[in-house]
């Protein structure tokens, strides 16, 4: 069913359902008029006995009615302010569009007092740079006397730290190395006095330790033979000797 404002003319599309066969009062969103609307019954009428009808009593608005209203209302102002900002948009947009053209044409200001004050700066700093050069150039052509002197102290206290190292080193070393001989030697003295006495005291070691006899039995032997041999060796060097003393 369509609703027209008697007022405004405003259009509103609402269902069938929403005005009641009877009839009922509606209120325009726009400018909040408020009218009868007849149902499809009431339009069945003939017109002769729709204009005696008793008018009815106007009642309020059904709340769903309004809010369809309103909603259509302010779909419509919504509508209406986006139109009109693109509008003015596209217009701002026209009006400014040729101002940034004349501006990039235009050189900065800033900028090129910037680069004269550099150029102006690099130029004086040109022309003071060879006397600089000048007054520095008899210091440089001699060394400097105290980085020779700190170089020299560094060397010698460099110097003297190897050598306390070396002398602590080497001080180190012979105390080690005396140890290390007398242990060397007091060994080689324990091993031969146990050798000659497992030799001398082989009977007492048997008697006390029977399972120990043929180790000791044969330990003698060795050592007899070695005796044998070492005998051998010293007449036959004696011999010799007096061959040599007798020519």
Request: glycine residues 4%; charged residues 30%.
């Amino acid at each position: 069913m369509r609703l027209t404002c008697p007022n405004c003319n405003a259009r509103y599309d609402v269902d069938d359902s929403l005005v009641p066969p009877e009839g009922r009062d509606v209120q325009c969103s726009n400018c909040a008029t408020t009218w009868f609307q007849p149902g499809k019954r009431t339009r069945r009428e003939d017109p002769e006995d729709s204009g005696t009808a008793p008018t009815a009593p106007r009642r309020d608005l059904d709340p769903a009615l309004r809010d369809i209203l309103r909603e259509e209302r302010e779909r419509e102002e919504q509508l209406r302010r986006a139109a009109a900002t693109v509008e003015e948009q596209e217009e701002m947009a026209l009006d400014q569009a040729p101002a940034p053209r004349a501006q990039d044409r235009r050189p900065n200001p800033p900028e090129e007092a910037d680069a004269e004050a550099a150029a102006i700066r690099q130029m004086v700093e040109e022309a003071q740079a060879p006397e600089a050069s000048r007054r520095h150039g008899g210091r440089e052509l001699f060394p400097d006397i105290e980085q020779i002197n700190s170089t020299l102290r560094a060397t010698s206290d460099r110097n003297a730290g190897e050598e306390t190292t070396s002398d602590i080193e080497t001080m180190d070393r012979r105390p080690r190395r005396k140890r290390g001989f007398r242990i060397g030697f007091f060994l080689m003295v324990f091993l031969a006095a146990a050798a000659i006495a497992a030799y001398s005291y082989a009977p007492e070691i048997t008697a006390a330790l029977p399972q120990a006899e043929p180790v000791a039995t044969t330990y003698v032997a060795q050592v007899n033979d070695l005796r044998f041999r070492l005998d051998d060796a010293v007449q036959s060097l004696v011999a010799r000797l007096g061959a040599l003393a007798g020519m």
